[in-house]
């Protein structure tokens, strides 16, 4: 089975600012994806960034880039330039390759940006 | 339709009813999920459809939880004679293929509450 961890329950920044959310994942599958997801206060989830385990080079969209560490099974996520908008839960999440299409989730961190 | 929706947005009844919850996905995506999330934590997997068949049924907590998806878009959920811990948001989300590569597109959620 496999774990997704998230050691930060709560974490602020300021506007403009830049935060780094942690994840760590236990699994003895060699390839898989891991993802960000966002959760605002409206409930719905959003897929914030992907990243696939046979890649080397960390997924970047826009203000959100990733450091994915194999070997240490370590995923952060780094939000540049902090927006309002960014305030939310963000959640961890692990999925097989190609089986098993169910997505394990953390327990999330909640993100507060601060004008 | 443009989105995921799931109705009713929230649902209160009481312990021992049955409740039918409903997940209207986008148009043409063939898998459709269900995930249970609960208070402070992250969503936990219940089923997945690829088309009209349940492909992973293995998240649904025991016998008072089933779902279907009759004619491969609209799906079901309903839980029989509902417990307290059965209070929780039921996330419903929808994607092109099933896995899509973690690309999952969720609806808003009905939050159930089991007085």
């Known amino acids: 089975a496999q774990t997704v961890t998230q050691s930060q329950p709560e974490m602020s920044v300021q506007e403009a600012e830049t935060v780094t959310l942690s994840c760590t994942y236990d699994t003895s599958e060699s390839n898989y994806y891991l993802f960000w997801y966002k959760q605002p206060p409206s409930r719905q989830m959003i897929l914030v960034i992907r990243?696939?385990?046979?890649?080397?080079q960390n997924a970047t969209e826009n203000r959100f880039s990733v450091n994915f560490q194999k070997a240490a099974k370590s995923f952060s996520l780094k939000i540049s330039d902090s927006q309002l908008g960014d305030t939310a839960m963000y959640f961890c999440a692990f999925m097989k390759h190609n089986s098993g299409y169910a997505l394990n989730f953390g327990k999330g961190t909640s993100l507060l940006v601060t004008p | 339709g443009a989105g995921v929706s799931q109705t009713p947005s929230n649902k209160v009844t009481e312990k021992g009813k049955y409740v039918e919850l409903r997940c209207d996905p986008i148009s043409g995506h063939t898998a459709l999920y269900w995930y249970r999330q609960s208070l402070g934590q992250g969503p936990e997997f219940l089923i997945y459809?690829?088309?009209?068949?349940?492909?992973?049924d293995s998240g649904l907590p025991n016998d008072r939880f089933f779902a279907v998806r009759p004619e491969g878009s609209v799906s079901t959920l309903k839980i029989q004679r509902t417990e307290r811990g059965d209070s929780a948001v039921y996330l419903c989300?929808?994607?092109?293929?099933?896995?899509?590569?973690?690309?999952?597109?969720f609806g808003e959620g009905s939050r159930l509450t089991v007085l």
């Open positions: 989300a929808s994607s092109l293929t099933l896995g899509h590569r973690g690309e999952l597109f």
């Open positions: 990243q696939e385990a046979y890649k080397q």
């Open positions: 459809f690829q088309g009209t068949g349940a492909a992973d």
